[in-house]
């Protein structure tokens, strides 16, 4: 099988392209910064291909597909995404067209791109990874990342309902918080912390599970889902709307 990841240089885009090798699978990873596979269990791995490329740059998106999988493309994962928080930070407009590139145009090429692929071959897999903010109706000083998130899982409901008659499978995958490099560089060094935090093996036993199985959403772990789901119903939530946005960040 040939999996294609993007965001794959880092985190739990790492973790699925190790697991997908360690399978035996043909795997190509996509990131900014191509160094950061270095020394990592991945690194000169025969099965591994690597492209130094911006998921914002749609031709630098359509060259790498075509170099890796010119005539078939099994799975595409993407994982690529950007955070950002106005409690500590506000958004300038570089960083608000960053975000939206990244998280918004960034996934449609991809999977407009792939798609274009397994049309041709009538089968395939896309998967995004978007996150339980997408779920939060409001996310005190994270409402745009939010708001991205939710695109997420729009995008993976149009080409679900769209590529269905022609055996493509869609997956949207809504985790929560993950103990990855990047979480515990947001939080100080150490993401201990937060409710409901998953290690990168459970994480990525859940996801590939889902992957499997073709599921059309997966949102994990069931104790993050359900608070959610409150969070969305008590009156509780505008008053943490005003208290957050003042906190000092830890």
């Keep these: 099988m040939k999996v294609l990841v993007i965001g794959g240089t880092s985190g739990i885009g ?7 090798l360690e399978r035996g699978d043909e795997v190509a990873v996509c990131g900014r ?28 998106l359509a060259a790498a597909m075509v170099s890796f999988a010119p005539d078939r493309l099994d799975l595409l994962i993407v994982t690529a995404g950007l955070y950002f928080n106005t409690r500590t930070h506000p958004m300038d407009a570089a960083t608000t067209l960053r975000l939206l590139q990244t998280n918004v145009s960034g996934l449609s090429h991809a999977f407009e791109l792939a798609a274009a692929q397994m049309l041709v071959q009538r089968s395939g897999h896309l998967v995004a990874v978007s996150s339980v903010a997408g779920l939060l109706k ?5 409402s745009v990342y939010s708001a991205s998130k939710r695109t997420v ?14 055996s493509i499978a869609v997956t949207a995958v809504v985790p929560g918080y993950m103990d990855t ?12 912390h ?18 499997a199985g073709k599921d059309a959403i997966t949102v994990f772990p069931w104790q ?7 969070l969305n119903r008590l009156p509780l939530w505008p008053l943490l709307r005003r ?4 906190a000092k960040s830890k």
């Design 14 to 20: 790492l973790a699925l392209a190790r697991h997908y």
């Design 153 to 166: 899982l729009s995008v993976c409901q149009t080409y679900r309902m769209a590529l269905a008659p022609f």
């Design 224 to 230: 993050m889902r359900w608070a959610i789901a409150v």
């Design 181 to 192: 490099a990047k979480l515990r560089a947001l939080n100080g060094g150490d993401a201990g």
């Design 243 to 246: 208290v957050l946005p003042k």
């Design 194 to 211: 937060k409710p409901f935090l998953l290690s990168e093996e459970q994480a990525v036993a859940r996801i590939v599970q889902a992957i």
């Design 33 to 60: 910064d191509t160094r950061r596979l270095q020394g990592t269990a991945v690194d000169g791995h025969p099965r591994l291909q690597a492209y130094a490329l911006d998921i914002a740059d749609r031709a630098a």
């Design 138 to 142: 409001d996310y005190p000083g994270a």
